[in-house]
């Protein structure tokens, strides 16, 4: 006789016992629910009785010569107008990171410029702080009801990279950002 065997009369009798058991369950403790299956394809929203809503749409380009033109699409499915606060942030691509070998550390500051070099081109540029981009532009947009408003980043500021912080009032107001080109 195998030692197998033992092993085969337990798996089969967990998994008669376990069939049992799942039979004899009644159908009194399945909890039905009311929801209703949502198409994929829908934009997420919030619950009937969200009071507010925030959205942040990160980064697309800004400016007239820019290839990826950042849009926002603010949509209000509510049956009342809705007021939205969109404020918008300017910014800039990092130049890339200085890479320094231990041996090459001396007094001098490495912050003070960033050079790179690329295909026998070298470039330097200097960091950029926070303190050296714009101020955030607030501006407050009406949304109609059923209806939605189209804003194109680079009508607003003019920088290589721009985003987005849309806050509404109204719980139900849906926003969707894209680049166009």
Known sequence: MSRR???VVLVLGSLLAALLVDRSLDDASVVESDATAIDSS????ASPGALSSTWFCAGGTADEEAFADHA?????????????TLTTYAGVVAPPSIVV???D???ETPEESTTTEADDETTTSAPVAAADLPEPIVQTIEVGPQTRERIILSEIVDAPIASALVESGVGAIVVEHEVIS
């Open 5 to 7: 065997l033992p092993v």
């Open 42 to 45: 829908m934009f997420p929203i």
């Open 72 to 84: 926002i699409l603010i949509l209000n499915p509510t049956d009342t107008a809705a007021s939205v």
């Open 101 to 103: 070998e231990p041996d």
């Open 105 to 107: 550390l001396d007094d």
